[in-house]
């Protein structure tokens, strides 16, 4: 058993003006409630079941080219692929450099505008001979529960897999609970988690989501406007990066980024999101429109947010020589497969 997202990496990161990657444009504005999306009638609501059968069919085997945890999905998963070739049309470029305007503009990326890895978000990884289990009560509230009964748990006394500075109980934060199982081949993971006793307990507004490694996911995902334990749709554990991969000196997959919610748009999403949040209150940024076809706006405080989905990728012609080793591991990889935006 061991455990990704180890905290033994404090990287800093400074990125410039970044080139962005605009696929499938949607605006999701079907009936939302203070939880996000729910009752779209092209999709799921937030709160629906998906079957084995959903939004992907089986027989994936894996990618031997990726690294990581993404590298047990298959390499058409859309962080398993590389956007270095991808050349933007002249209206992709004035709608990246909207977005990129109004991020500057409501001050870039938060944390006084230093892009920095956050090496909270822990990884349990078990092997065939797993003892220990958490109970998973399908009446607790978790969204994807009703499918299983129980989860590994880590031993006896640790918290390996959670996300909170209180261990295995909920600070009040997100306090995820990722688990690799590799026997079975899925990923684990859970949002607002916390162990009470032997159970695995829902900390309020929780959801569980089951990412087989043995399916082929189509564009929706999960289904249109169904969350995971991630705010975008997406799974977090696929997107994150671990030490051995800095040590190694090679990530080979997209990565998982977060921003303040005042740079994100409010009820909007691209692909490959599939989910989003928003209140129409100033907490948001204003939903962009299909029409962002001329230079930035000479108030860029009107310029819109980034969208959940959004997929940045840094510049090919930045230089990265001043950075040290698994910093340009870091940069290597936003330069070939990108960042997207997952959270917030």
Same mark, same amino acid.
């Given at each position: ?27 999701? @504005?079907? !009936?939302?409630? @203070? ?7 092209? !999709?799921? @609501?937030?709160? @629906? ?40 049309t002249a209206a992709q ?13 409501? !001050? ?53 897999g959670f996300e909170s ?42 959801g569980a989501v089951i ?19 991630? +705010? ?52 948001? +940024? ?46 290597? +990889? ?11």
């Amino acid at each position: 058993m061991k455990s990704f997202g180890s905290k033994i990496w404090k990287i800093l990161v400074l990125v410039p003006f970044i080139a962005l990657i605009l696929v499938s444009y949607q605006n999701c @504005s079907q !009936g939302f409630d @203070s939880a996000g999306q729910s009752g779209a009638a092209a !999709g799921r @609501s937030d709160t @629906s079941t998906p079957n084995d059968n959903d939004n992907g069919v089986s027989g994936g085997l894996g990618c031997s080219t990726s690294t990581g945890i993404a590298k047990n999905f298959p390499c058409s998963s859309y962080f398993n692929q590389a956007t270095d070739s991808i050349v933007l049309t002249a209206a992709q470029k004035n709608y990246s450099d909207h977005l990129i305007n109004g991020l500057n503009a409501r !001050g870039g990326w938060g944390n006084s505008n230093i892009f920095q890895v956050d090496t909270s978000i822990d990884v349990l990884e078990t092997s065939d001979q797993h003892t220990y289990f958490y109970s998973v009560d399908p009446d607790d509230g978790w969204t994807d529960a009703d499918r299983f009964t129980q989860v590994p748990a880590p031993s006896p006394g640790t918290s390996a897999g959670f996300e909170s500075s209180s261990g295995t109980a909920c600070d009040g934060g997100d306090c995820h609970y990722l688990v690799l199982d590799k026997k079975n081949r899925r990923l684990y993971e859970f949002y607002r988690a916390e162990v009470s006793g032997i159970r695995l307990a829902n900390a309020g507004y929780g959801g569980a989501v089951i990412w087989p490694f043995d399916k082929t996911w189509t564009e929706s995902l999960r289904g249109d406007v169904c969350t995971s334990a991630d +705010a975008g749709g997406f799974s977090i554990g696929a997107m994150l990066f671990s030490a051995e991969e800095l040590a190694v000196g090679s990530i080979n997959h997209a990565v998982r980024f977060i921003l303040p919610n005042d740079r994100i748009a409010n009820r909007t999403y691209v692909r490959p999101g599939t989910h989003t949040t928003g209140d129409n209150t100033s907490r948001w +940024a204003p939903a962009p429109t299909n029409d962002l076809t001329g230079p930035p706006l000479s108030d860029s405080s009107l310029e819109p947010g980034l969208p959940y989905g959004t997929r940045l990728r840094l510049k090919e012609s930045f230089n990265i020589s001043n950075l040290n080793g698994p910093a340009q591991v870091v940069a290597r +990889a936003l330069k070939k497969y990108g960042m997207i935006l997952a959270d917030g």
